[in-house]
């Protein structure tokens, strides 16, 4: 029988985002007759990258945690895991329930996560921790998503303090995210590495 292992998560989510940057940086072929129908699809399926971008993050978040506090899993380097305290699938999802507070627990956010791998007693707590810990660009990436998910006030105003933050104050969703850093990347991309940072160091 193989080796059940956490490093299995961080393959799936490296898969995952590799899809979301490619497909991110593809250009729909265009032609004079349909020019305004095929940039609306293109347009599109970009915004529909960043918001798969935070349900992938969440998705690992929630297996990490879940495989965790299971026990039986091996991480990179401190070997297999203990069952946690609470370890029993629908237990773990009552204390999230309870964290939340009845609300749909938000995995993807460090601060939920950690909480719970701290009351439910995982044996990696610490570099689960250390690892959501990171300064990342959880909230920017939230408040973009929000922006593109629920357009309102409310999430203009927060998107706007993000692409004023990177020095874009007119910039709309897919064009902040797509400027070029030093190193020749998107600003897509260099978020996509802070959260594979993140993913990594929590299995170690």
Not at 33 to 60: A, M, N
Not at 79 to 106: C, E, H, M, Q, W
Not at 107 to 125: R, V
Request: with cysteine; aromatic share 10%; glycine share 6%.
């Amino acid at each position: 029988m193989s080796q059940r292992t956490l490093g299995t998560l961080y393959s799936h989510f490296i898969a995952k985002t590799e899809n979301v940057n490619d497909t991110f940086n593809t250009s729909l072929p265009s032609s004079p007759v349909h020019k305004e129908s095929c940039i609306k699809l293109s347009f599109d399926g970009r915004e529909r990258q960043i918001i798969k971008l935070q349900l992938y993050w969440g998705e690992f978040c929630h297996e990490l945690l879940v495989k965790s506090a299971i026990g039986g899993y091996k991480t990179l380097k401190s070997g297999t895991l203990n069952p946690a305290r609470i370890s029993k699938v629908t237990d773990i999802y009552t204390v999230a329930n309870k964290i939340s507070r009845g609300r749909d627990f938000p995995w993807h956010i460090p601060y939920y996560c950690t909480n719970l791998a701290k009351t439910i007693g995982t044996q990696n707590y610490g570099q689960i921790l250390m690892g959501l810990s990171i300064t990342a660009p959880i909230d920017d990436l939230r408040d973009v998503r929000n922006h593109l998910v629920h357009p309102c006030k409310t999430t203009q105003l927060a998107f706007n303090r993000v692409a004023s933050k990177y020095g874009y104050p007119s910039s709309d969703p897919i064009s902040l995210l797509a400027t070029i850093q030093k190193n020749g990347k998107t600003l897509l991309f260099k978020w996509i590495e802070s959260l594979r940072l993140m993913a990594e160091i929590s299995i170690r």
